[in-house]
């Protein structure tokens, strides 16, 4: 079937259409001679349009007497449709544009409020959210101890200070735990915990450019990334992460404060 099949109004359309090439014809006039011109009739179209003009042609060199004239001196005999507002705002490009304007808009607004409540180390939280979602416990070297005792081992076995599991998860039993290096964040320990298959993650805070110092805080600030939540508290010098594959209210019944 050809893209130009043109339908019975389209060709009633086409067949009384004004002789005019100008835009103010309405958009359904022009769909209809452009589909009569490119369908299989074109041929016999473009002789229909020849006859008219000719026709219309010599009616034009035809004298009109003063009294006839007067008739139509305040008439158009070809109407131009003025657009309204309401036309323009719901054409369908319009439609596409203004929907995708705030599709973005969306985006972006989402994304300020995000970073607005940003801290220290958030990127670097974020980033090992991305580690968590990815890593299995197999991938660890398997321990059966106390979250809390891998503090010991950190600093003997690796020689980190203050890598210190925070006290709401010192009793969870762990069955994996790493030390690993990051181009970013630097020096990371993870630990697995069976609990929930939560993780914890130990690294360096960020430092403060102009102080040269990792400011501390106690209450906790959570990240999101890739459906995974981090709960982060900062204490000398080092960032302690709890992570959860859920919501923000799914680590909040193991924490002891709320966000503020």
Same mark, same amino acid.
């Given at each position: 079937m050809s893209v130009f099949e043109i339908s019975r109004k389209q060709r009633a359309l086409a067949q009384c259409a004004p002789i005019t090439e100008k835009p103010s014809i309405d958009r359904a006039t022009r769909v209809a001679v452009q589909r009569a011109r490119h369908g299989k009739r074109a041929a016999e179209f473009a002789r229909q349009e020849t006859f008219d003009r000719a026709v219309a042609t010599l009616v034009q060199t035809i004298p009109v007497g003063p009294e006839v004239a007067e008739w139509f001196a305040n008439e158009s005999l070809v109407p131009v449709t003025k657009r309204t507002w309401r036309t323009i705002a719901f054409n369908p490009a319009v439609l596409a544009i203004a929907l995708a304007v705030a599709v973005i808009a969306g985006i972006f607004a989402y994304r300020v409020h995000e970073h607005m409540l940003d801290f220290p180390g958030a990127a670097s939280a974020r980033k090992l959210l991305t580690v968590a979602s990815s890593t299995r416990s197999v991938l660890l070297d398997p321990v059966k101890t106390e979250a809390g005792a891998l503090g010991d081992l950190f600093f003997m076995k690796h020689r980190?200070?203050?890598?210190? #599991? $925070?006290?709401? @998860?010192?009793? @969870?039993?762990?069955?994996g735990?790493?030390? @690993?290096?990051?181009?970013? #964040?630097?020096? #990371? $320990?993870?630990?697995?915990l069976?609990?929930?298959?939560?993780?914890? +993650?130990?690294?360096?805070?960020?430092?403060?450019?102009?102080?040269?110092? $990792?400011?501390? @805080?106690?209450?906790?600030?959570? #990240?999101?990334?890739?459906?995974?939540?981090?709960?982060?508290?900062?204490?000398?010098?080092?960032? +302690?992460?709890?992570?959860?594959?859920g919501t923000e209210r799914d680590l909040q019944p193991y924490l002891n404060k709320e966000q503020p």
């Open positions: 980190l200070e203050h890598y210190d #599991v $925070a006290p709401e @998860f010192v009793n @969870f039993k762990a069955i735990c790493r030390v @690993f290096d990051d181009e970013e #964040v630097h020096r #990371v $320990a993870q630990i697995y069976l609990e929930k298959r939560m993780q914890l +993650f130990l690294f360096p805070a960020e430092k403060d450019p102009k102080h040269g110092i $990792a400011p501390d @805080f106690d209450n906790w600030r959570y #990240v999101e990334q890739e459906g995974w939540t981090g709960a982060v508290r900062q204490q000398n010098g080092i960032c +302690f992460m709890a992570a959860i594959r």
